[in-house]
């Protein structure tokens, strides 16, 4: 599984910006997708998840009423759409997939497959 993530750039606080990520490759071997990021000299941390089945999806405290995942399973993407931005919101965002069954993990060690990450920068 391949996965490609766009849609980063800089913008200012308080505005919006869509990520975008296209999954190839054995997709249908996956159970979940997940949006993740990482801050410099932070640990990587969960920003929002999908079970790929049913839709049902999770988010972070911080991203809850901001963050908002989809996917477009005919055209194997999900998409992160974020608005009312903050400057703590910079970081590199990762698309990521899993392949385990079961119920939906939160920790990024549990996912098989990653994108290579883009740069979200926000200023103030």
């Known amino acids: 599984v391949q996965l490609l993530e766009s849609g980063g750039g800089f913008v200012r606080a308080a505005r919006s910006l869509t990520l975008d990520c296209a999954a190839s490759g054995r997709t249908v071997s996956t159970n979940a997708m997940g949006w993740f990021r990482q801050a410099p000299g932070k640990e990587r941390e969960f920003v929002a998840g999908i079970i790929r089945s049913s839709g049902v999806d999770y988010y972070a405290d911080f991203a809850k009423g901001r963050f908002t995942m989809s996917r477009d399973s005919a055209k194997n993407m999900v998409y992160l759409r974020m608005v009312s931005l903050k400057p703590e919101d910079t970081a590199v965002y990762y698309c990521?997939?899993?392949?385990?069954?079961?119920?939906?993990?939160?920790?990024?060690?549990?996912?098989?497959?990653w994108g290579q990450g883009t740069q979200v920068t926000v200023s103030s």
């Open positions: 990521a997939a899993r392949s385990r069954l079961g119920n939906f993990d939160r920790n990024w060690r549990t996912f098989d497959y």
